[in-house]
């Protein structure tokens, strides 16, 4: 039995956080009605003059600062020549010739230990527009068209889906806190193309290389890897397909990548310069002015969590991971909630939410000031865990105000020692059998009280309080 190993480099689309356009003013946001954000520049009409959209460097930049990479001097841009209906003027404009930056590297963790993935290079890139098939027609939405890209080309370094997966992950972080993009997989503002390739293990000849799109998640990813490179393996083994190089087509229902059209080379496509857009000069100040202004990277975030704020590895982790739950954890440390408890809240609540609704961390859609209103009321002991825990879910679901909605039903903790003791006195002499039992030394006993005195205040009693009670008057019963 032979053994295999596969090679696989990545390219990665992330769409960049501007609010307009790569080269006109249009707006670049998602989710507008079909050609609502479309002019003759974007549209791609014989005669428009592009203007470089200088946040989109910008981000360019902070993209090249975060995968420390080499930011090339000067930089241009070039038109890549095909045709398809998304695209108009039958060119893409992205840069081949002196890109943002080349040779950069991101660390990765895997259960194999760190590994460095090496970068070739970034380029800045427009988007395509989207074709929309339905009753039989096929139409254009040009909406995308012009939307400013980064491009990120890996060297062919990985070895395993559990690498690629750990590399997105890992870029995710590195450019959502960066601020350069918000990388959702689900809304496309990050895009993955998988080149694999599988040779005999210890061979340094590559092997016959296929590229894979349109996987939209990361375990549709790992899922196309499995497959396709068991594709080439058998392939190989047993003669009964012969491997192309070409583009493949992930069909994640399907569970099978159906192939596209053969894959072109750079040739193909008569890259040549566009000397509508002229050079930009990316100085060494320019450089240092947008590093100044980058926001805390999730490391930085992470050595503070774990450090001065206390909080254990498995939850800075977790927090860490996504830039939204982070900023949820900013916001509510601004509210000067103790760490431990926004961590708690965060991790433990709002998460178990989520899984409830089976979505992703960055959809958590909560009002922050309401939450930190419902945390202190727990603090300040003015409801039980329980009763906030309600509320939460209704924070989530209904926006309700949580302090009004305390008022108005009466959640009020009932902390009154005397009402308690009064509860409490009625269901020793209701149960004597269970006191008896208590006392011959079953503990469970115990909790069966504690539920009868919660459920006697509408769940609404000082759990540690009735406790307390509870083990001094059982002893005296
Ligand atoms: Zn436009
Ligand atoms: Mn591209």
Redesign the pocket.
């Known amino acids: 039995m032979k053994e295999y190993e596969i090679v696989m480099g990545l390219e990665v689309h992330v769409e960049l956080a501007t609010n307009s ?1 790569l ?4 707006s670049a946001k998602f989710g507008a009605d079909a050609n609502e ?7 791609g009409m014989p005669g428009m003059l592009p203007i470089t959209n200088k946040n989109a460097v910008e981000l360019g930049i902070a993209a090249s600062i975060v995968t420390n990479s080499q930011i090339t001097p000067v930089i241009s841009f070039d038109k890549k020549n095909y045709f398809y209906p998304d695209l108009s003027c039958g060119y893409q404009i992205t840069q081949l010739y002196a890109p943002i930056c080349k040779n950069g590297w991101v660390e990765i963790e895997t259960s194999q230990g760190t590994k460095r993935i090496t970068l070739k290079q970034i380029h800045i890139e427009e988007d395509a527009g989207k074709l929309v098939h339905s009753h039989g027609v096929s139409l254009v939405d040009y909406n995308r ?2 939307v400013p890209l980064v491009e990120i080309v890996s060297n062919p370094d990985f070895r395993s889906a559990e690498e690629v997966i750990a590399y997105l992950e890992k870029l995710r972080a590195l450019l959502s806190f960066a601020g350069v993009s918000d990388c959702k997989m689900q809304e496309g503002s990050m895009r993955c193309d998988v080149n694999l390739s599988v040779r005999e293990k210890g061979s340094d000849k590559l092997g016959i290389r296929t590229e894979m799109k349109n996987m939209n998640s990361l375990s549709a990813i790992e899922r196309a890897i499995e497959y396709e490179s068991q594709r080439h393996i058998d392939a190989i083994e047993t003669g009964c397909e012969e491997l192309v190089q070409e583009t493949r087509r992930w069909d994640d229902a399907a569970g099978k990548s159906f192939s596209m059209r053969n894959k072109e080379n750079a040739t193909d496509y008569r890259y040549f310069p566009n000397c509508d857009i002229m050079p930009i000069v990316v100085s060494d100040e320019w450089i240092e002015n947008v590093k100044a202004k980058l926001p805390e990277s999730a490391h930085v975030k992470y050595a503070r969590m774990t450090g001065e704020l206390g909080i254990s590895e498995v939850d800075a982790k977790i927090i860490t991971k996504s830039k939204h739950l982070s900023d949820i954890f900013d916001a509510l440390m601004a509210h000067n909630i103790p760490a431990k408890d926004v961590v708690t809240w965060i991790v433990v609540e709002l998460l178990s939410l989520e899984t409830e609704e089976n979505k992703s961390y960055d959809d958590i859609d909560i009002d922050c000031d309401k939450l930190a209103d419902l945390i202190a009321m727990v603090n300040k002991k003015e409801i039980n865990r329980t009763v906030a825990k309600k509320i939460l879910t209704l924070l989530y679901t209904d926006k309700i105000d949580p302090v009004t909605y305390v008022k108005e039903n009466n959640l009020g903790m009932v902390s009154d020692t005397g009402a308690l003791e009064a509860i409490i006195a009625q269901l020793i002499a209701e149960n004597p059998a269970s006191v008896k039992e208590y006392k011959d030394g079953n503990a469970k006993v115990f909790t069966f009280f504690v539920g009868k005195t919660m459920k006697q205040t509408s769940g609404k009693a000082d759990p540690a309080v009735v406790r307390e009670i509870l083990a001094k008057m059982l002893e005296e019963a």
């Open positions: 356009k080269f006109c003013s249009c954000h479309v002019c003759p520049a974007c549209a068209c012009s």
